[in-house]
Protein backbone atom coordinates (compact mmCIF):
# COMPACT_ATOMS: atom_id res chain seq x y z
CA UNK A 1 0.00 0.00 0.00
CA UNK A 2 1.36 3.31 -0.57
CA UNK A 3 1.30 4.61 2.77
CA UNK A 4 1.67 8.72 1.57
CA UNK A 5 -0.94 8.52 -1.08
CA UNK A 6 -3.77 6.93 1.68
CA UNK A 7 -3.04 10.21 3.64
CA UNK A 8 -3.34 12.57 0.65
CA UNK A 9 -6.77 10.81 0.11
CA UNK A 10 -8.01 13.13 2.85
CA UNK A 11 -9.28 9.53 4.77
CA UNK A 12 -7.61 10.41 7.84
CA UNK A 13 -9.83 13.86 7.95
CA UNK A 14 -13.22 12.15 7.73
CA UNK A 15 -11.83 9.14 10.24
CA UNK A 16 -11.61 12.03 12.70
CA UNK A 17 -14.76 13.85 11.73
CA UNK A 18 -16.19 10.45 12.54
CA UNK A 19 -18.45 9.96 9.32
CA UNK A 20 -16.81 6.99 7.43
CA UNK A 21 -18.50 3.73 7.92
CA UNK A 22 -17.81 1.08 11.04
CA UNK A 23 -15.90 -0.81 8.31
CA UNK A 24 -13.90 1.76 7.06
CA UNK A 25 -13.21 3.00 10.70
CA UNK A 26 -11.90 -0.68 11.24
CA UNK A 27 -9.87 -0.32 8.08
CA UNK A 28 -8.19 2.46 8.98
CA UNK A 29 -7.59 1.32 12.74
CA UNK A 30 -5.47 -1.32 10.62
CA UNK A 31 -3.52 0.92 8.99
CA UNK A 32 -2.74 2.74 11.79
CA UNK A 33 -1.09 -0.17 13.82
CA UNK A 34 0.70 -1.66 10.77
CA UNK A 35 2.11 2.17 9.66
CA UNK A 36 3.22 4.26 12.30
CA UNK A 37 2.99 7.46 9.79
CA UNK A 38 -0.61 6.98 9.26
CA UNK A 39 -0.97 6.87 13.28
CA UNK A 40 0.69 10.18 13.68
CA UNK A 41 -1.02 11.63 11.10
CA UNK A 42 -4.57 11.01 12.47
CA UNK A 43 -3.57 12.30 15.68
CA UNK A 44 -1.78 15.33 14.22
CA UNK A 45 -5.56 15.94 12.12
CA UNK A 46 -6.80 15.33 15.88
CA UNK A 47 -4.72 17.96 17.65
CA UNK A 48 -6.08 20.48 14.79
CA UNK A 49 -9.87 19.73 15.80
CA UNK A 50 -8.81 19.70 19.47
CA UNK A 51 -7.49 23.44 19.56
CA UNK A 52 -9.81 24.30 16.76
CA UNK A 53 -13.13 23.42 19.19
CA UNK A 54 -11.52 24.51 21.92
CA UNK A 55 -11.48 28.01 20.68
CA UNK A 56 -15.17 28.11 21.08
CA UNK A 57 -15.49 26.49 24.00
CA UNK A 58 -17.55 28.81 27.37
CA UNK A 59 -15.02 29.22 29.76
CA UNK A 60 -15.62 26.97 32.35
CA UNK A 61 -15.26 26.97 36.26
CA UNK A 62 -12.69 25.45 37.53
CA UNK A 63 -14.44 22.27 39.50
CA UNK A 64 -16.94 21.58 36.83
CA UNK A 65 -16.24 18.16 37.26
CA UNK A 66 -17.71 18.49 40.54
CA UNK A 67 -21.23 18.60 39.46
CA UNK A 68 -20.77 15.44 37.36
CA UNK A 69 -19.21 13.50 39.75
CA UNK A 70 -22.05 14.28 42.01
CA UNK A 71 -24.32 12.87 39.36
CA UNK A 72 -22.76 10.20 38.67
CA UNK A 73 -22.55 8.63 42.44
CA UNK A 74 -26.54 8.86 42.26
CA UNK A 75 -26.55 6.38 40.39
CA UNK A 76 -25.14 3.75 41.91
CA UNK A 77 -27.15 4.06 45.29
CA UNK A 78 -26.00 1.51 47.71
CA UNK A 79 -27.59 1.63 51.35
CA UNK A 80 -25.29 0.22 54.26
CA UNK A 81 -27.70 0.28 57.13
CA UNK A 82 -29.08 -2.79 55.73
CA UNK A 83 -26.46 -4.76 56.60
CA UNK A 84 -26.30 -3.54 59.96
CA UNK A 85 -29.70 -4.16 60.83
CA UNK A 86 -30.27 -7.74 62.35
CA UNK A 87 -27.73 -9.50 63.80
CA UNK A 88 -30.02 -12.57 64.07
CA UNK A 89 -30.16 -14.27 60.90
CA UNK A 90 -32.27 -17.37 60.09
CA UNK A 91 -31.94 -19.76 57.38
CA UNK A 92 -34.83 -18.44 55.39
CA UNK A 93 -33.40 -14.53 55.19
CA UNK A 94 -30.58 -16.47 53.94
CA UNK A 95 -32.18 -18.49 51.20
CA UNK A 96 -34.57 -14.94 50.48
CA UNK A 97 -31.20 -13.05 49.71
CA UNK A 98 -29.64 -16.19 47.50
CA UNK A 99 -32.96 -16.48 45.61
CA UNK A 100 -32.87 -12.83 45.21
CA UNK A 101 -29.27 -12.72 44.03
CA UNK A 102 -30.25 -15.41 41.76
CA UNK A 103 -33.17 -13.48 40.16
CA UNK A 104 -30.76 -10.19 39.73
CA UNK A 105 -28.19 -12.39 37.77
CA UNK A 106 -30.58 -13.96 35.48
CA UNK A 107 -32.41 -10.84 35.01
CA UNK A 108 -28.67 -9.22 34.13
CA UNK A 109 -28.35 -11.73 32.00
CA UNK A 110 -31.01 -11.58 30.15
CA UNK A 111 -30.43 -7.85 30.23
CA UNK A 112 -27.07 -8.42 28.56
CA UNK A 113 -28.17 -10.81 25.72
CA UNK A 114 -30.61 -8.29 24.72
CA UNK A 115 -28.46 -5.65 24.61
CA UNK A 116 -25.79 -7.55 22.39
CA UNK A 117 -28.43 -8.16 19.90
CA UNK A 118 -29.89 -4.66 19.84
CA UNK A 119 -26.05 -3.66 19.11
CA UNK A 120 -25.82 -6.16 16.35
CA UNK A 121 -28.83 -4.99 14.87
CA UNK A 122 -27.51 -1.64 15.25
CA UNK A 123 -23.87 -2.37 13.50
CA UNK A 124 -25.58 -4.56 10.73
CA UNK A 125 -27.72 -1.29 10.14
CA UNK A 126 -25.17 0.80 10.19
CA UNK A 127 -23.42 -1.22 7.63
CA UNK A 128 -26.21 -1.19 5.37
CA UNK A 129 -26.51 2.36 5.56
CA UNK A 130 -22.51 2.13 4.37
CA UNK A 131 -22.99 0.34 1.84
CA UNK A 132 -25.83 1.85 0.00
CA UNK A 133 -24.20 5.82 0.66
CA UNK A 134 -21.02 3.51 -1.53
CA UNK A 135 -23.56 2.33 -3.97
CA UNK A 136 -25.32 5.84 -4.91
CA UNK A 137 -21.92 8.07 -4.63
CA UNK A 138 -20.95 5.50 -7.38
CA UNK A 139 -23.65 5.67 -9.56
CA UNK A 140 -23.57 9.27 -9.13
CA UNK A 141 -20.05 9.17 -10.05
CA UNK A 142 -20.81 6.87 -13.48
CA UNK A 143 -23.45 9.21 -14.17
CA UNK A 144 -21.27 11.99 -14.43
CA UNK A 145 -18.85 10.53 -16.40
CA UNK A 146 -20.90 9.28 -18.64
CA UNK A 147 -22.43 12.69 -19.53
CA UNK A 148 -18.45 13.61 -20.11
CA UNK A 149 -17.72 11.18 -22.37
CA UNK A 150 -21.08 11.90 -24.01
CA UNK A 151 -19.86 15.61 -24.77
CA UNK A 152 -16.53 14.60 -25.56
CA UNK A 153 -17.92 12.01 -28.52
CA UNK A 154 -20.39 14.41 -29.86
CA UNK A 155 -19.91 15.09 -33.58
CA UNK A 156 -19.01 18.57 -33.47
CA UNK A 157 -16.22 18.60 -31.12
CA UNK A 158 -12.51 19.14 -32.59
CA UNK A 159 -9.86 18.00 -30.26
CA UNK A 160 -6.73 19.92 -30.38
CA UNK A 161 -3.41 18.97 -28.25
CA UNK A 162 -2.08 21.80 -26.72
CA UNK A 163 1.99 20.90 -26.52
CA UNK A 164 4.51 21.76 -23.48
CA UNK A 165 6.30 24.61 -23.94
CA UNK A 166 9.59 26.00 -22.79
CA UNK A 167 8.70 26.95 -19.47
CA UNK A 168 7.40 23.31 -19.01
CA UNK A 169 8.08 21.04 -21.66
CA UNK A 170 6.78 17.84 -20.11
CA UNK A 171 3.20 19.08 -19.74
CA UNK A 172 0.55 19.00 -22.15
CA UNK A 173 -2.95 19.25 -22.12
CA UNK A 174 -5.67 18.90 -24.73
CA UNK A 175 -9.07 21.08 -25.80
CA UNK A 176 -12.49 19.36 -26.96
CA UNK A 177 -13.98 22.21 -28.66
CA UNK A 178 -17.54 22.02 -29.52
CA UNK A 179 -17.95 24.96 -31.89
CA UNK A 180 -22.07 24.75 -32.31
CA UNK A 181 -22.38 24.73 -28.52
CA UNK A 182 -19.62 27.17 -27.62
CA UNK A 183 -18.06 25.00 -25.13
CA UNK A 184 -14.53 23.68 -24.45
CA UNK A 185 -13.75 21.16 -22.29
CA UNK A 186 -9.35 21.26 -21.13
CA UNK A 187 -8.59 18.28 -20.19
CA UNK A 188 -5.46 19.14 -18.14
CA UNK A 189 -4.34 15.81 -16.62
CA UNK A 190 -1.13 16.79 -18.02
CA UNK A 191 -0.43 19.93 -16.18
CA UNK A 192 1.53 19.96 -12.50
CA UNK A 193 -0.18 21.41 -9.96
CA UNK A 194 -0.09 25.24 -10.14
CA UNK A 195 1.92 27.18 -6.48
CA UNK A 196 0.12 28.64 -4.32
CA UNK A 197 -1.32 32.10 -5.27
CA UNK A 198 -1.53 30.95 -8.88
CA UNK A 199 -3.86 29.69 -11.00
CA UNK A 200 -4.35 28.40 -14.63
CA UNK A 201 -5.49 30.69 -17.47
CA UNK A 202 -6.57 29.29 -20.70
CA UNK A 203 -6.50 31.69 -23.61
CA UNK A 204 -8.43 31.53 -27.51
CA UNK A 205 -5.93 32.66 -29.49
CA UNK A 206 -5.96 34.32 -33.23
CA UNK A 207 -2.95 34.46 -35.02
CA UNK A 208 -2.50 37.31 -37.91
CA UNK A 209 -2.02 39.64 -36.05
CA UNK A 210 -1.54 37.35 -33.23
CA UNK A 211 -4.76 38.18 -30.51
CA UNK A 212 -5.36 36.46 -26.91
CA UNK A 213 -8.55 36.65 -25.21
CA UNK A 214 -9.33 35.14 -21.92
CA UNK A 215 -11.99 32.07 -22.00
CA UNK A 216 -11.46 31.50 -18.21
CA UNK A 217 -9.14 30.17 -15.29
CA UNK A 218 -8.85 26.78 -14.63
CA UNK A 219 -10.05 27.56 -10.89
CA UNK A 220 -9.77 24.79 -7.51
CA UNK A 221 -7.45 22.86 -9.75
CA UNK A 222 -6.06 20.53 -6.93
CA UNK A 223 -9.58 19.73 -5.92
CA UNK A 224 -10.99 19.10 -8.92
CA UNK A 225 -10.03 14.80 -9.02
CA UNK A 226 -11.08 14.49 -12.88
CA UNK A 227 -9.02 17.87 -14.24
CA UNK A 228 -11.80 18.42 -16.52
CA UNK A 229 -12.69 21.73 -16.85
CA UNK A 230 -15.74 23.37 -18.85
CA UNK A 231 -15.10 26.24 -20.50
CA UNK A 232 -17.37 28.89 -22.32
CA UNK A 233 -16.45 29.90 -26.08
CA UNK A 234 -17.86 31.79 -28.65
CA UNK A 235 -14.35 33.11 -30.72
CA UNK A 236 -13.52 31.98 -34.11
CA UNK A 237 -9.97 30.79 -31.84
CA UNK A 238 -7.20 29.54 -34.14
CA UNK A 239 -5.13 28.39 -31.20
CA UNK A 240 -5.49 27.56 -28.08
CA UNK A 241 -3.34 28.37 -24.83
CA UNK A 242 -2.89 27.92 -21.26
CA UNK A 243 -0.56 30.02 -19.09
CA UNK A 244 0.18 30.60 -14.92
CA UNK A 245 -1.12 33.51 -13.80
CA UNK A 246 -1.24 35.06 -10.17
CA UNK A 247 -4.80 34.07 -8.43
CA UNK A 248 -7.67 35.47 -10.23
CA UNK A 249 -6.44 35.85 -13.62
CA UNK A 250 -4.83 38.79 -15.88
CA UNK A 251 -5.90 40.60 -18.29
CA UNK A 252 -3.39 39.68 -21.07
CA UNK A 253 -1.08 36.14 -20.72
CA UNK A 254 2.17 36.37 -19.00
CA UNK A 255 3.99 34.63 -22.29
CA UNK A 256 6.96 33.93 -20.27
CA UNK A 257 4.76 31.40 -18.13
CA UNK A 258 3.65 30.04 -21.18
CA UNK A 259 2.49 25.96 -20.23
CA UNK A 260 0.31 24.79 -23.84
CA UNK A 261 -0.01 25.92 -26.54
CA UNK A 262 -1.70 24.20 -29.76
CA UNK A 263 -3.59 25.29 -32.85
CA UNK A 264 -6.91 25.04 -34.21
CA UNK A 265 -6.36 21.93 -37.39
CA UNK A 266 -8.60 23.13 -40.22
CA UNK B 1 -0.71 4.06 25.13
CA UNK B 2 -1.65 6.52 27.72
CA UNK B 3 -5.10 7.22 26.57
CA UNK B 4 -5.83 3.37 25.95
CA UNK B 5 -5.07 2.53 29.47
CA UNK B 6 -6.88 5.79 30.38
CA UNK B 7 -9.94 4.90 28.48
CA UNK B 8 -10.03 0.75 29.62
CA UNK B 9 -10.04 2.24 33.24
CA UNK B 10 -12.80 4.43 32.24
CA UNK B 11 -14.91 1.43 30.80
CA UNK B 12 -14.34 -0.23 33.83
CA UNK B 13 -16.20 2.30 35.89
CA UNK B 14 -13.22 4.61 37.23
CA UNK B 15 -13.75 7.27 37.88
CA UNK B 16 -10.71 9.13 38.49
CA UNK B 17 -9.74 7.70 35.01
CA UNK B 18 -13.04 9.09 33.66
CA UNK B 19 -12.26 12.79 35.33
CA UNK B 20 -8.68 12.85 33.29
CA UNK B 21 -10.65 12.35 30.23
CA UNK B 22 -13.26 15.06 31.04
CA UNK B 23 -10.13 17.32 32.07
CA UNK B 24 -8.57 16.32 28.30
CA UNK B 25 -11.74 17.18 26.30
CA UNK B 26 -14.15 19.10 28.48
CA UNK B 27 -13.18 22.41 26.69
CA UNK B 28 -13.50 20.57 23.26
CA UNK B 29 -17.07 19.00 23.69
CA UNK B 30 -18.13 22.44 25.28
CA UNK B 31 -16.74 24.06 22.76
CA UNK B 32 -18.17 22.12 19.77
CA UNK B 33 -22.16 22.52 21.71
CA UNK B 34 -21.52 26.01 22.23
CA UNK B 35 -20.85 26.78 18.34
CA UNK B 36 -24.25 24.84 17.93
CA UNK B 37 -26.73 25.67 20.80
CA UNK B 38 -24.92 29.28 20.65
CA UNK B 39 -25.83 29.89 24.39
CA UNK B 40 -22.93 29.57 26.79
CA UNK B 41 -25.26 29.38 29.93
CA UNK B 42 -27.44 26.24 27.91
CA UNK B 43 -24.20 24.79 26.78
CA UNK B 44 -22.79 24.28 29.68
CA UNK B 45 -25.28 22.17 31.63
CA UNK B 46 -25.61 20.47 28.22
CA UNK B 47 -21.76 19.71 28.35
CA UNK B 48 -22.16 18.27 32.06
CA UNK B 49 -25.22 15.94 30.08
CA UNK B 50 -23.67 14.62 27.66
CA UNK B 51 -20.43 13.77 30.22
CA UNK B 52 -22.96 11.87 32.27
CA UNK B 53 -23.88 10.11 29.00
CA UNK B 54 -20.85 9.39 28.59
CA UNK B 55 -20.15 7.52 31.81
CA UNK B 56 -23.31 5.70 31.04
CA UNK B 57 -22.95 4.35 28.14
CA UNK B 58 -19.19 3.95 28.43
CA UNK B 59 -19.40 0.27 28.05
CA UNK B 60 -20.75 0.69 24.34
CA UNK B 61 -17.37 2.65 23.28
CA UNK B 62 -15.32 0.08 20.77
CA UNK B 63 -12.80 1.09 18.22
CA UNK B 64 -15.01 0.52 15.03
CA UNK B 65 -16.36 3.87 16.33
CA UNK B 66 -13.10 5.16 15.76
CA UNK B 67 -11.02 7.51 18.33
CA UNK B 68 -12.05 7.93 21.63
CA UNK B 69 -12.50 11.95 20.95
CA UNK B 70 -14.38 11.00 18.22
CA UNK B 71 -17.19 9.01 19.76
CA UNK B 72 -17.72 11.77 22.62
CA UNK B 73 -17.57 15.08 19.95
CA UNK B 74 -20.64 12.21 18.03
CA UNK B 75 -22.66 11.86 21.44
CA UNK B 76 -22.20 15.89 21.94
CA UNK B 77 -23.05 16.70 18.39
CA UNK B 78 -26.24 14.50 18.54
CA UNK B 79 -27.40 15.99 21.74
CA UNK B 80 -26.50 19.43 20.74
CA UNK B 81 -28.68 19.36 17.61
CA UNK B 82 -31.90 17.37 19.44
CA UNK B 83 -31.12 20.76 21.67
CA UNK B 84 -31.36 22.83 18.92
CA UNK B 85 -34.28 21.39 17.32
CA UNK B 86 -36.64 20.35 20.41
CA UNK B 87 -39.28 22.95 20.73
CA UNK B 88 -38.02 25.12 24.06
CA UNK B 89 -35.72 26.59 21.83
CA UNK B 90 -37.75 27.36 18.78
CA UNK B 91 -39.15 29.93 21.30
CA UNK B 92 -35.96 31.58 21.32
CA UNK B 93 -35.87 31.68 17.37
CA UNK B 94 -32.26 30.39 17.10
CA UNK B 95 -31.74 28.04 14.22
CA UNK B 96 -29.61 25.32 13.48
CA UNK B 97 -27.96 27.78 10.79
CA UNK B 98 -25.58 26.51 8.54
CA UNK B 99 -22.88 29.10 8.33
CA UNK B 100 -22.27 29.09 12.20
CA UNK B 101 -18.45 28.91 11.92
CA UNK B 102 -18.32 31.31 9.28
CA UNK B 103 -20.30 33.91 10.83
CA UNK B 104 -18.43 33.49 14.20
CA UNK B 105 -15.17 33.25 12.11
CA UNK B 106 -16.06 36.85 9.99
CA UNK B 107 -18.06 39.11 12.01
CA UNK B 108 -16.40 37.90 15.11
CA UNK B 109 -19.97 37.23 16.12
CA UNK B 110 -19.12 36.21 19.49
CA UNK B 111 -21.71 34.59 21.26
CA UNK B 112 -21.73 35.65 24.64
CA UNK B 113 -18.11 36.83 24.58
CA UNK B 114 -17.00 33.89 26.57
CA UNK B 115 -15.14 32.20 23.33
CA UNK B 116 -11.51 32.58 21.93
CA UNK B 117 -12.15 34.53 19.13
CA UNK B 118 -8.51 35.68 18.46
CA UNK B 119 -7.87 32.23 19.01
CA UNK B 120 -10.30 31.11 16.45
CA UNK B 121 -9.43 33.54 13.86
CA UNK B 122 -5.25 32.90 13.85
CA UNK B 123 -6.22 29.29 13.46
CA UNK B 124 -8.93 30.20 10.11
CA UNK B 125 -6.93 32.72 8.86
CA UNK B 126 -6.21 32.68 5.45
CA UNK B 127 -8.88 29.85 4.87
CA UNK B 128 -11.47 30.43 2.41
CA UNK B 129 -14.75 30.24 3.69
CA UNK B 130 -16.09 27.36 1.39
CA UNK B 131 -13.02 25.48 3.77
CA UNK B 132 -14.91 27.04 6.99
CA UNK B 133 -18.16 26.21 5.91
CA UNK B 134 -16.90 21.97 4.86
CA UNK B 135 -15.27 22.48 8.63
CA UNK B 136 -18.26 23.16 10.17
CA UNK B 137 -20.49 20.94 8.49
CA UNK B 138 -18.11 17.86 9.10
CA UNK B 139 -16.71 17.96 12.31
CA UNK B 140 -19.15 20.46 14.03
CA UNK B 141 -22.76 19.30 12.76
CA UNK B 142 -22.07 15.53 11.90
CA UNK B 143 -22.54 15.55 8.21
CA UNK B 144 -21.68 13.05 6.36
CA UNK B 145 -19.32 13.45 2.77
CA UNK B 146 -22.71 13.00 0.73
CA UNK B 147 -24.57 15.46 2.71
CA UNK B 148 -22.30 17.80 3.05
CA UNK B 149 -21.43 17.54 -1.05
CA UNK B 150 -25.13 18.74 -1.37
CA UNK B 151 -25.27 21.15 1.15
CA UNK B 152 -22.24 22.86 -0.64
CA UNK B 153 -23.03 21.63 -4.14
CA UNK B 154 -19.68 19.95 -4.93
CA UNK B 155 -19.28 16.96 -6.25
CA UNK B 156 -19.14 13.77 -3.82
CA UNK B 157 -15.12 13.27 -4.89
CA UNK B 158 -13.99 16.31 -3.96
CA UNK B 159 -15.13 16.69 -0.34
CA UNK B 160 -12.22 14.07 1.02
CA UNK B 161 -9.14 16.37 -0.51
CA UNK B 162 -10.61 19.13 -0.25
CA UNK B 163 -11.04 18.43 3.36
CA UNK B 164 -7.65 17.27 3.37
CA UNK B 165 -6.29 20.89 2.28
CA UNK B 166 -8.22 22.77 4.73
CA UNK B 167 -7.16 20.84 7.65
CA UNK B 168 -3.68 21.07 6.71
CA UNK B 169 -4.12 24.94 6.80
CA UNK B 170 -5.21 24.78 10.15
CA UNK B 171 -2.16 23.08 10.81
CA UNK B 172 0.46 25.43 9.37
CA UNK B 173 -1.34 27.93 11.01
CA UNK B 174 -0.45 26.06 14.43
CA UNK B 175 3.08 26.13 13.61
Redesign the interface.
Known amino acids: MDVKEYIASGILELYVAGTLSPEENLEVQHYALQYPEIQQEIEAIEKAILALTKTASPKMPKNSFAKIKAEIEDVIPFTPEATKRKDTSSWSTYLGWAASILLAVGLFWMYSENSKLKSEIELTNQENQGLQNILSDTQEEISIKENLLQQLRDKNVTVIALGGQAVSPTSYAKAYWNKEESKVIIDAQGLPEPPDGFTYQVWSLKLDPLTPTSIGLLADFAAMDSKLFTLDNANESEAFGITLEPEGGSESPTLEQLYTLGAVGS | MQLDNLIIKFQQKD?AA??TL??M????????I??IVKD??R??EL??DV??KI??KSD?YD?????F???I??IARNAAIDEVRSKTHKNQKKNLSVDSLVG?YENSEDL?G????I??QS??KGLKDKCIKL?DL???K?????EAAKELNA???????????C?ST??KN?A
Open positions: KFEYTYAENICGVNVAESECQFVWEQTSKGRFTWLNINKMDTGLLLILYFGYTQKPVGTIKTRIRSIIRM
